[in-house]
């Protein structure tokens, strides 16, 4: 079932990715026209159109610009040079990931809480749910200035944004999957005289795996976005968020595309190095086959 | 230890001790809407007292008092940001986006070959850091709301398509096969079969994107604005340690957007009240 997905799915795939290559040209010679003529006169169509995809600060850099600029960037410079896109990721990466491990513990803890406490399900819950509902990006500007104004500088403050991005959707499955087991499972372990402590370890947690899967991809995502903003507004000089503002300083918009694909390289490998622990974990469990 | 901070815990731990003793009143619908009520008012009363006994900066954290203070003040500069961000920006994008992803659903839908190569990739893309590309929009749209109309519509699009999609998947072969022996159309059994049926999903994109649409306009602000919007001010006032004006934007974002997030709810009530969630 999976392996026949995935044969009927990439040659649809591959043929998407090429069309969106191919519009993506076209679209870059309108777009960059009016900076060409600027530069160069007295050039023929085909001139005009070369031109338009080689630009130095072009409206719309084209795929083959900000392919060579993440390798020159990537493979050609030292990594803990300021050029190099490996440190800025770097920097990125490790306050994504720590406020990713501190945003799930906190997550995981408090759903346990919930389940457990009936006093905190009734007053929390609510809150966590209604949090969902708001742009708490907004908080990151003031989380940053704030913790700079006490000493706080570096990664910390980022990873502290990350993590509470990254804390809302773990709480909210987590509870939903620390649910998941029916009455009659949970009557079952009961006729066994189980411990509050096996039920929780030999039933609860087990169900809730696929649940806390699925938002611990959520969750890295945001926890992502989080450390990338996060670097906006702090006068930040390293990180692919501080690059991206760089770029937008100075009009290198190829600057800002590659950063901006390195960002996306690094949230599709985050996402999938979850997916694969987690068909490991949930295969090993015979929960999916 | 002043007379604050004594304060502070005896709040702490009445508060602590009432919502264990409500708690275990039999649930209705007044514990259900008091006990969190009465859970958030604890917790900005031990704010305030916290603030008072321990002499915080109001450049660290305001009191909640000031922040009310500031927030009646301050009414006509915060109605024209939310005008700016939320109705210019955020409302119009959201509005541009979501359409279009659900007229998309409806075309790719009857490919089964572009379905299956947009589907992951719609995944895919609804995955990635797309607030990263606002300053390329801010680049390209210019300062004012048109540019945070654009990351908005780029924002929602994918997860809105998913989800219709998903929906417009999932109906029912043999209701299907229904509508064939009535002999309806293809538009009929779209309107009066598929689009309904796959409501639940829609509403669940649409959702998800109204806190997306919040987002992409508050973060687009960040990388250049007008002189108003939610996100210039937040971005300037922070630079001022005016904390206060900062909070006071938060709490008209917070509101926005658990009333809109509301609002989709009522009306997802209303259209859905087939589907076995709703009924009780």
Redesign the interface.
């Known amino acids: 079932m999976k392996r026949s997905l995935i044969n009927?799915?990439i040659?649809?795939?591959?043929?998407?990715?090429f069309f969106i290559i191919i519009s993506w040209y076209l679209v870059a010679i309108p777009m960059n026209s009016e900076k060409v003529s600027r530069q160069f006169k007295n050039l023929d169509f085909k001139e005009h159109v070369e031109k338009s995809w080689n630009l130095k600060k072009p409206?719309l850099p084209t795929p083959h610009q900000i392919t060579s600029e993440i390798i020159k960037t990537t493979f050609y410079k030292k990594i803990n040079s300021k050029r190099s896109l490996v440190y800025h990721g770097w920097i990125t990466l490790k306050a994504t990931l720590a406020g990713f491990v501190l945003g799930t513990l906190l997550g995981i803890i408090l759903a346990l809480g919930i389940v457990h406490n009936?006093?905190m399900?009734?007053?929390?819950?609510?809150?966590v749910i209604?949090s969902?509902?708001?742009?708490i990006?907004?908080?990151a500007?003031?989380i940053i200035?704030?913790m700079n104004?006490?000493g706080v500088t570096g990664l910390l403050p980022k990873a502290i944004i990350s993590m509470y991005l990254s804390f809302f959707p773990i709480v909210v499955g987590m509870v939903k999957g620390l649910r998941s087991p029916d009455q009659m499972q949970i009557d079952q372990m009961r006729t066994w005289s189980a411990t509050p402590n096996q039920l929780l370890w030999k039933l609860r947690f087990p169900s809730s795996l696929p649940y806390l899967f699925a938002s611990l991809?959520v969750g890295i995502?945001a926890s992502?976005?989080g450390a990338?903003?996060g670097e906006?507004?702090s006068g930040a000089i390293s990180g692919?968020?501080a690059r991206?503002?760089a770029?937008?300083y100075y009009?290198q918009?190829v600057i800002?595309?590659s950063?901006?694909f390195a960002?996306?390289f690094l949230?599709?490998s985050l996402?999938f190095l979850i997916n694969f622990i987690q068909n490991y974990t949930l295969k090993r469990m015979a929960i999916i086959r | 230890m002043n007379v604050f901070i004594i304060l502070f815990f005896t709040v702490w731990i009445g508060g602590w001790w009432l919502?264990?003793r409500?708690?275990?009143l039999k649930?209705s619908h007044v514990?259900?809407i008091f006990?969190?009520t009465?859970?958030?008012l604890i917790i900005l009363l031990m704010w305030e007292l916290i603030v008072i006994g321990l002499n915080i900066n109001p450049?660290?954290?305001p009191a909640p008092t000031a922040i009310v203070l500031k927030f009646s003040n301050s009414l006509s500069i915060l109605w024209i940001d939310f005008v700016q961000t939320l109705i210019k920006g955020a409302l119009s994008g959201y509005i541009l986006g979501c359409s279009a992803a659900i007229i998309t659903a409806i075309a790719i839908d009857k490919f089964d070959?572009?379905?299956?190569?947009?589907l992951?990739?719609g995944n895919?893309i609804s995955?990635?850091?797309i607030?990263?590309?606002a300053?390329?929009f801010?680049?390209?749209f210019g300062f004012d709301w048109e540019s945070k109309c654009a990351i908005v519509v780029v924002m929602v699009f994918f997860p809105m398509l998913v989800n219709s999609v998903q929906g417009l998947e999932l109906v029912d072969h043999s209701r299907q096969d229904l509508m064939k022996t009535y002999n309806a159309s293809y538009t009929q059994t779209l309107f009066k079969l598929r689009l309904p049926s796959a409501l639940p999903f829609i509403f669940n994109g649409l959702k998800i994107c109204?806190?997306l649409a919040?987002?992409g306009a508050?973060?687009a602000e960040?990388?250049?604005s007008p002189i108003k919007g939610?996100?210039f001010r937040?971005?300037s006032e922070?630079?001022r340690?005016a904390?206060d004006m900062?909070w006071a934007?938060?709490f008209v974002?917070?509101l926005a957007?658990?009333l809109?997030?509301?609002l989709i709810a009522l009306i997802e009530q209303r259209l859905t009240f087939w589907h076995p969630s709703n009924q009780k």
């Open positions: 009927t799915s040659l649809p795939i591959i043929t998407i990715v409206k009936r006093a399900d009734l007053s929390v819950m609510p809150w209604a969902q509902t708001v742009p990006l907004a908080i500007p003031m200035v704030v104004s006490v991809k995502a992502l976005i990338i903003v906006l507004p692919l968020g991206m503002l770029g937008t009009g918009t800002i595309w950063a901006l960002a996306a949230a599709a996402v | 919502n264990i409500l708690s275990y649930s514990t259900k006990i969190p009465l859970f958030g450049v660290l954290l070959f572009l379905k299956r190569g947009l992951p990739l895919f995955a990635l850091p607030v990263g590309m300053p390329i801010v680049m390209w109204s806190t919040l987002i508050i973060v960040f990388f250049g939610m996100g937040i971005s922070v630079g340690f904390l900062v934007e938060i974002a917070a957007g658990c809109f997030y509301g």
